[in-house]
């Protein structure tokens, strides 16, 4: 079976920092692309950072300079690091594999609040 099970999450105060982790099992890790999602109340769900299987990243602009996404093969592990966090990241973040020719996987969701 396959299972993307993310961790990190909680509450923080603005300008704190967390690191989410994803574990994925059931997958070949390594040929995936990783993403974080987030989605707050109210709002779509969007990107907020990938990592593909050559390590290329992409962000979102409101992330960007703040936020780092890596990922660990051999753990089968992808990580998010958010520093300096504000209140508009308050939201349910969701780890994403991605590969061509494979379906996609989503976990199930960690919550972070950004609040003082």
């Known amino acids: 079976q396959v299972q993307l099970v993310e961790s990190g999450g909680g509450l923080v105060q603005p300008g704190g920092s967390l690191r989410l982790s994803c574990a994925a099992s059931?997958?070949?890790?390594?040929?995936?692309?990783m993403g974080w999602y987030r989605q707050a109340p109210g709002k779509q769900r969007e990107l907020v950072a990938h990592?593909?299987?050559?390590?290329?990243?992409v962000y979102a602009g409101s992330v960007k300079g703040r936020f780092t996404i890596s990922r660990d093969n051999a753990k089968n592990t992808v990580y998010l690091q958010m520093n300096s966090l504000k209140p508009e990241d308050t939201a349910v973040y969701y780890c994403k594999a991605a590969a061509r020719g494979r379906d996609n996987y989503w976990g199930q969701g960690t919550q972070v609040t950004v609040s003082s």
């Open positions: 059931g997958i070949i890790f390594s040929i995936y692309t």
């Open positions: 990592i593909t299987s050559g390590g290329n990243t």
